[in-house]
T-cell receptor, first 108, second 113 residues
Framework: GQNIDQPTEMTATEGAIVQINCTYQTSGFNGLFWYQQHAGEAPTFLSYNVLDGLEEKGRFSSFLSRSKGYSYLLLKELQMKDSASYLCAVKSNYQLIWGAGTKLIIKP | KAGVTQTPRYLIKTRGQQVTLSCSPISGHRSVSWYQQTPGQGLQFLFEYFSETQRNKGNFPGRFSGRQFSNSRSEMNVSTLELGDSALYLC????????????FGQGTRLTVV
């Protein structure tokens, strides 16, 4: 079967760094997405990885290891507005398979 | 340019009824995907339409159906509603689907009572 695992919830402190992990087992792999979803809002695109390695975009970075079926999203210099759910999705055979999302709580 | 528009935003239906949800993608986008989001299950893929054809389908019963029109607008229909169908239904559009970035609408919150 196809499966994507993320922690359900994480807590971090404002100004700190947090790493959200995502492991996947899918029948095919054509790329991995990270999306951010604030409560009551639509998910918005953060990053896309198709090759192994680290992609950096401002305070956010995303890492992929295809051999390990593993990705992480790294958020630096956390701000209160980063409190949201972070969704990992794998493109497999032209279909996006989604994780249940990680709710990130930022404390002052 | 205008984003993805879903209507209605909120809907309350009773068990056994049917419902139709609408999604207007970003102009020029030909791929429209539908998802069901519930607190425990996360985002579950329903189906994807591309150029008026269903290209992919998730593991939902036949009560869930959809279609896409020539202007790329899409509708999703759920018949014989069950309490478990209560969820946020999200539509996402992209230029060609697949590896390109998807843009989501605000969703339709369906409550079945």
């Amino acid at each position: 079967g196809q499966n994507i695992d993320q922690p359900t919830e994480m807590t971090a402190t404002e100004g700190a760094i947090v790493q959200i992990n995502c492991t996947y087992q899918t029948s095919g792999f054509n790329g991995l997405f990270w999306y951010q979803q604030h409560a009551g809002e639509a998910p918005t695109f953060l990053s896309y990885n198709v090759l192994d390695g680290l992609e950096e975009k401002g305070r956010f970075s995303s890492f992929l290891s295809r051999s390990k079926g593993y990705s992480y999203l790294l958020l630096k210099e956390l701000q209160m507005k980063d409190s949201a759910s972070y969704l990992c999705a794998v493109k497999s055979n032209y279909q996006l398979i989604w994780g249940a999302g990680t709710k990130l709580i930022i404390k002052p | 340019k205008a984003g993805v528009t879903q209507t209605p935003r909120y809907l309350i239906k009773t068990r056994g009824q049917q419902v139709t949800l609408s999604c207007s993608p970003i102009s020029g986008h030909r791929s429209v995907s539908w998802y069901q989001q519930t607190p425990g299950q996360g985002l579950q893929f329903l189906f994807e339409y591309f150029s008026e054809t269903q290209r992919n389908k998730g593991n939902f019963p036949g009560r869930f159906s959809g279609r896409q029109f020539s202007n790329s607008r899409s509708e999703m229909n759920v018949s014989t509603l069950e309490l478990g169908d209560s969820a946020l239904y999200l539509c996402a559009s992209s230029f060609t689907g697949g590896s390109t970035e998807a843009f989501f609408g605000q969703g339709t919150r369906l409550t079945v009572v």
